[in-house]
């Protein structure tokens, strides 16, 4: 009898044992994360005079408030940037940046993709599209770039900019020139097509979901 009950009993301990993952998992990376973004964000109350330094005031360390102090500080550097003054200061900092080798290629690179991400500028990224990659038989989500001009008019037919980011790490890819005539353009936001990329397929907005179950129902 112990034997012929032992496989249903490993299999509801193999069921909670991954019910219990399937809880545990993405709540501790979870707070893995906003460990590490509070404790390198924290980081910013060194800037302070020592004796104002919430520890040496309160006597004990209150983790997070090198938070309010890292959203005050780009708030008030954002504020400041917007008048003519701060626009001055700006251009001296960074002039003073792009005449150190080495350190002016990094600050440029960065400052270009920043610009690109956050204020809108240029054509990165904008749009989605679907490219032939990494065989003829195969297509891959990737984000519209742009295309040097020197490029461009070396190559016969028109040409685009894709970058085709990996899985789960969509901070790494591949950067190539495709013919516009074989890339497939898409009507969903960045946003999701890194949500797909992230999560490898494994999140689907509520959209794809139930066309996805109305598919395998069928």
Known sequence: MWHLGLPGFERR???????????????????????????????????????????NLLGFYIPG???????????????????????????AWEGMLRHIPFVSAIYNSVKQVSDTLLSGK?????????????????????????IPGEVSGRLDEEHVGVFVPTTPSPVNGFYFFVKKSEIIELNISVDVAFKS??????????????????????
Not at 131 to 136: E, M, T
Not at 197 to 218: F, L, R
């Open 65 to 91: 408030l090198g938070v309010i102090l890292t959203v005050l500080i780009v708030w008030l550097t954002g504020l400041l940037v917007r008048n003519v003054f701060g626009q001055q200061l700006l251009s």
């Open 197 to 218: 990329i992230i999560s490898m397929g494994v999140v689907a907005s509520p959209e794809d979901t139930a066309k996805q179950q109305a598919y395998n129902s069928n």
């Open 122 to 146: 240029g054509h990165a990224f904008r749009k989605v599209v679907l490219v032939r990659y990494p065989h003829p038989q195969a297509w891959s989500l990737a984000f519209l770039t742009s």
């Open 13 to 55: 301990v193999k069921k909670y044992l991954l019910t219990g993952l399937l809880v545990w998992v993405p709540l501790g990376i979870t707070i893995w994360v906003l460990s590490v973004t509070i404790g390198t964000m924290d980081q910013s109350l060194l800037l302070l005079p020592e004796a104002w330094r919430p520890e």
